[in-house]
């Protein structure tokens, strides 16, 4: 008899796992399909979470109701902030995580979680009635009927590993890859494209001389990537450095025809800001050696992954190029590197919902889109969970029918945007540098941007959101006195500065200037400002970097509410596109075909740029003026 439910998750990796617990937790009727159980949420890759970009997609899903930021505080064994010398809007919270921990607490969570339900299949076609997603049929042939069906399928869809010259499908190397699933997407006409990305080598730790090699540690203070993690002192532990050689660099020269990115026998394209150690040696010629991570991937510290040794040579001579590095000469191999092709859906196929644009009710989400990283995958799943709840009618005190995120509110929205509008034709990840905003979408923000989305989304208890509520007053209180606060250059105010072994100031200014300073740290503001004492830490350093970068926050906050307008441009359905000559042919060609009622409908269709929109605006504007003179 098939099993009816309200949402089926194909897929228990990263995007799954979020989709799934999010959709339960909003109410829906779920059931995950995954190939493994015990392999859920595997970090098959580097045993870390989090990064430059990558951190702030953790935090925001944690904002949102996900587990992934909880999961990485509770499995962590190493923390830091990089970029920490940096400004805020740049600093990235990274975590060695124990990979096997990580994935047990994600499997029990998904087990215990009421809503829920999880089974071993793997599926091999979609059910359509009409054009519309009714469910999916599995390789044991059982056919569970769902109203809404999220793929969150990975690097499985016609899996190929490239170890040297031997090829297998698998979808990770040992597990089986997902052939019928693919063909079939391709036959109901979504455009399949084909991706690369590879894996390093793992090693024995007891195998591997750790006397000469430089110890990275921790942050004294490590920081953590949930609001709800309470009391977190992690025991941690270190990484280890080391480098390549001329040796190792001469090693793979001579043996480049043996590798498949360079024999032809990999044609598709890989990440590009993690390339294979192949490919930079060919690079970077000129680079005498390249700095290699030796990163525990359990607590038991019985395999360490060897970070920046990405590769795909024969396993011969990947054990050549190990046994060249300083503290491997004598490493065993556990698992070899390897390159894996697998199939994407090009993204431009999807609504910002993660909706497919051609098939009702599917949703896609993680490597399927084209992404590559836990992280990215992870926040993709939240979000078409979500939608996938609200289309449903779910959502505690949501009054949308769709969540979508703009590229203003969080990097969430960046990345699903640079997705939908633009595509890719190679592995996307995330950086800071996509951001326009970036100033207002920090790390240590985003729960105060997005707590009031997640509170009425039912993602988020009412005693958080009521602590969120009353620190945002706080902030808000503070920086109205300090703004307000005008401070003289006289002998009581340079004393107290002085007592505090602050710098003095020679002219009049307000409190926000005084507070920005780099001197002043918790303890002195507190003591120099009476508006701030009694305010917690979290809330005081909301409120120096608000001071800090006061003027450019400023000119961003005025940036978006112009940009906000000029999405509200309406667009008249008789106007004629073919009349704009700055333009050019595609652009006209795409807007005369969905015929967007507005500048931001507009924005949503692939392939028009930010210029097109400019143009558009300025003949709207023009157009507008003419049509008053004649009225």
Not at 618 to 625: I, P, R, T, W
């Amino acid at each position: 008899m098939a099993m009816k439910v309200d949402i089926v998750v194909v897929g228990g990796g990263h995007a799954g796992l979020e989709a799934a617990l999010v959709g339960a937790k909003m109410g829906a009727r779920v059931h995950m399909l995954t190939l493994l159980v015990d392999n859920m949420a595997l970090a098959s890759c580097n045993p870390a979470i989090g990064g430059l970009g990558k951190g702030h997609l953790v935090k925001e899903i944690d904002a949102l109701g996900g587990v992934m930021g909880l999961l990485a505080d509770q499995s962590a064994l190493q923390l830091r902030t990089l970029n920490a010398s940096k400004g805020p809007a740049v600093r990235g919270t990274r975590a060695q995580i124990d990979m096997d921990a990580y994935r047990i607490l994600a499997r029990n969570l998904a087990l215990q979680t009421p809503n829920l339900s999880v089974s071993q299949e793997m599926v091999e076609a979609l059910l359509l009635e009409g054009e519309e997603v009714v469910g999916v049929k599995t390789n044991v042939g059982k056919i569970y009927h769902a109203k809404k069906v999220i793929l969150t399928t990975g690097t499985f869809l016609q899996g190929l590993v490239h170890i040297g010259t031997h090829q297998s499908q698998h979808g990770r190397f040992g597990e089986s890859a997902s052939i019928q699933l693919s063909k079939h997407l391709s036959a109901l006409g979504l455009q399949v494209g084909r991706l690369k990305t590879g894996t390093c080598p793992r090693l024995a730790g007891h195998s591997i001389d750790f006397r000469d090699l430089e110890p990275h540690y921790g942050d004294p203070n490590p920081p953590k990537f949930s609001y709800k993690t309470q009391d977190f002192y992690p025991v941690q532990l270190p990484c280890f450095l080391t480098y390549t050689n001329p040796t190792t660099h001469a090693i793979i020269q001579a043996n480049l025809h043996r590798a498949p990115m360079f024999s032809g026998q990999i044609e598709s394209v890989g990440p590009r800001y993690c390339p294979s150690i192949e490919d930079k040696i060919q690079r970077f010629k000129d680079k005498e050696r390249h700095q290699l991570f030796l990163e525990p991937q359990t607590r038991s510290q019985s395999e360490y992954y060897v970070n920046g040794l990405s590769t795909s040579l024969p396993f011969d001579i990947q054990e050549e190029v190990i046994h060249s590095i300083r503290g491997l000469e004598n490493a065993h191999i556990t698992r070899y590197g390897y390159a894996i092709e697998y199939d994407f859906v090009q993204p431009t196929e999807l609504h910002h919902t993660l909706e497919t644009k051609k098939i009702p009710n599917l949703y896609l989400a993680g490597q399927i889109n084209g992404t590559t990283g836990y992280e990215e995958a992870a926040a993709q799943g939240l979000m078409a969970g979500i939608n996938a709840a609200l289309a449903l009618g779910l959502g505690k005190d949501f009054q949308e029918k769709t969540f979508v995120l703009a590229r203003n509110q969080a990097y969430i929205g960046v990345m699903i945007d640079d997705l939908v509008c633009k595509g890719t034709q190679e592995p996307y990840r995330m950086f800071t540098s996509r951001a326009e905003y970036r100033l207002l979408l920090r790390e240590d923000n985003a729960c105060f941007r997005l707590g009031a989305y997640a509170h009425a989304l039912g993602l988020m208890d009412s005693r958080d959101y009521a602590k969120l509520q009353a620190q945002q007053a706080q902030i808000t209180q503070a920086m109205h006195t300090l703004q307000h606060t005008t401070l003289t250059p006289n002998r009581q105010t340079l004393e107290k500065l002085q007592a505090l072994n602050q710098a003095p100031f020679n002219e009049k200014c307000n409190g926000v200037f005084l507070a920005g300073r780099d001197g002043f740290e918790e303890q002195e503001l507190r003591a120099f400002f009476a508006c701030l004492q009694g305010l917690g830490s979290e809330v005081l350093e909301q409120i120096k970097i608000a001071c800090k970068y006061h003027s450019y926050i400023e000119k961003q906050s005025a940036s978006i509410a112009k940009m906000e307008s000029m999405w509200e441009t309406k667009i008249p359905q008789d106007f004629s596109f073919e009349r704009i000559t700055g333009l050019g042919l595609e652009a006209i060609e795409k807007l005369s075909k969905h015929r967007p009622k507005t500048l931001l409908e507009a924005s949503y269709i692939s392939g028009i740029t930010p210029a097109n929109l400019e143009v558009l605006q300025l003949y709207l504007h023009l157009h507008a003026k003419a049509q008053a003179v004649l009225s």
